[in-house]
């Protein structure tokens, strides 16, 4: 944990969280908050989960800095999506690749469920751009291992990352030598931190190279899975994101392209009590309180507030 002691962070959440319930009770949610009162909220809305909250945000202008267990380890779910995709950006300016190679689905790929590819008839040729899109847009697992796969696996992929300075951020699934990782952390591991700090790379054009820099960020701008911290943010605001959820862990990683200037963000959590899919799931609503605190503090005067019925288009 960066910059503060454990207990310390303890005791200041319980008293962020009073705190917090006392301002929220007489004035709502605040829209002009300093520094000290952005931390304030943003304590409270982690208090109010059962379980472990991590949160890092820094506006890119101001350097504005909170941290919240910003530097502890947490289960990526599909937040390790984004690693792979470098990964897969890594292999294509190493000549491994082409992005309009031509692929043939075989079922061993297939994880089920909801999987867009899991519906492909064997033998199907999709390009790896498409490949790509069903990756991060609507977070496909099935598309997901394959691509993991062909940017030469989960060593190959933590080499890339190791090489780029982060330390903590690694791909366990179907990686050697990771066993005990995977039986912690799942597919892969992370901290708010070097999530956030990924997105801020590729924003600046620092991935790989600046034209693979820039498909990433076209790439994280179109999420399907935008009824969490996405819905807080207006639709004319373009945002670069990735979603992750698993039973005991939900998360998210955000870099708004705000009027006032780039801010990013990343909320994970781990050993949730709540482990509802529902959208009253405490992780869901950590994600959309922390965008829409964020939103107001940094953008207090955009005159924006989600509309009336967006319920209805929650997709479950």
Not at 30 to 36: D, F, Q, W
Not at 144 to 157: F, N, R
Not at 204 to 209: L, Q, R, S, T, Y
Request: one cysteine or more; glycine letters at 10%; aromatic letters at 8%.
């Amino acid at each position: 944990m960066s910059g503060r002691d454990r207990s310390t962070v303890a005791s200041r959440a319980g008293a962020a969280a009073l705190l917090a319930s006392v301002l929220l009770g007489c004035a709502g949610a605040m829209t002009t908050s300093g520094p000290r009162d952005l931390e304030t909220e943003l304590h409270a809305a982690a208090a109010r989960v059962r379980g472990d909250v991590g949160i890092y945000v820094r506006h890119l202008g101001t350097g504005e800095t909170i941290e919240i267990s910003a530097d502890e380890p947490f289960p990526t779910a599909s937040l390790i999506k984004v690693p792979i995709l470098c990964g897969v950006m890594a292999a294509i300016a190493r000549g491994d690749l082409t992005y309009d190679a031509k692929l043939t689905y075989d079922p061993k790929w297939s994880r089920g469920g909801e999987d867009l590819l899991a519906h492909c008839q064997p033998g199907s040729v999709l390009p790896l751009s498409k490949l790509v899109l069903l990756m991060i847009t609507t977070s496909d697992n099935s598309a997901s291992v394959w691509c993991q796969e062909l940017a030469g696996g989960g060593t190959a992929i933590n080499a890339w990352l190791e090489s780029q300075g982060f330390t903590h951020t690694r791909v366990n699934s179907r990686t050697p030598g990771r066993e005990d990782d995977y039986q912690r952390f799942g597919w892969g591991q992370t901290t708010p931190r070097e999530m956030a700090d990924l997105l801020v790379r590729i924003r600046a054009g620092k991935v790989v190279d600046a034209a693979s820099s820039e498909e990433l960020y076209r790439c994280l701008t179109r999420i399907y899975w935008n009824g969490e911290a996405l819905s807080q943010i207006p639709p004319t605001v373009t945002a670069a994101s990735k979603q992750g959820a698993v039973q005991k862990s939900r998360s998210e990683v955000v870099l708004v392209n705000a009027p006032h200037g780039d801010y990013v963000f990343c909320v994970i959590t781990k050993n949730q009590a709540d482990e509802s899919w529902e959208a009253d799931n405490e992780g869901f609503v950590l994600l959309r309180d922390v965008s829409r605190i964020l939103w107001r503090h940094f953008e207090p005067d955009f005159g924006w507030e989600p509309p009336p019925g967006t319920e209805r288009f929650n997709k479950g």
